[in-house]
């Protein structure tokens, strides 16, 4: 799954449904998201883009969004903040969660 550094991050969010993933390298927590979001982002291919952002490496963005617990997921439709979930997201969750935005 692609990382997404700073100088990027709002020109990726900025257009249609967008699933960020806020995680680090060493949380346990978020390796098991990271395997939930690969069947997530095969799932809603070419409806959703899904991405990560290092906590450590891009601080400004997850300062910017409040981000104080990792794992943390933010929907975007068309640049804004629709939803956060801070935590493990089971599967069908997530994706319910998603398809309201679509």
Not at 21 to 31: I, K, M, S, Y
Not at 62 to 70: D, N, P, T, V
Request: contains cysteine; charged residues 30%.
């Amino acid at each position: 799954m692609r990382i997404v550094e700073e100088k990027d991050f709002a020109n990726e969010i900025k257009e249609g449904v967008v699933l960020v993933d806020f995680f680090a390298t060493w949380c346990g927590p978020c390796r098991i998201m990271g395997q939930i979001l690969e069947d997530i982002a095969g799932e809603v291919e070419g409806k959703v883009k899904v991405f990560k952002v290092d906590v450590d490496q891009s601080g400004e963005v997850a300062r910017s969004f409040g981000i104080m617990s990792i794992p943390t997921l933010i929907i975007f439709k068309d640049g804004k903040e629709q939803e956060k979930h801070v935590g493990i997201w089971q599967y069908e969750d997530c994706v319910n969660a998603l398809k309201k935005y679509l």
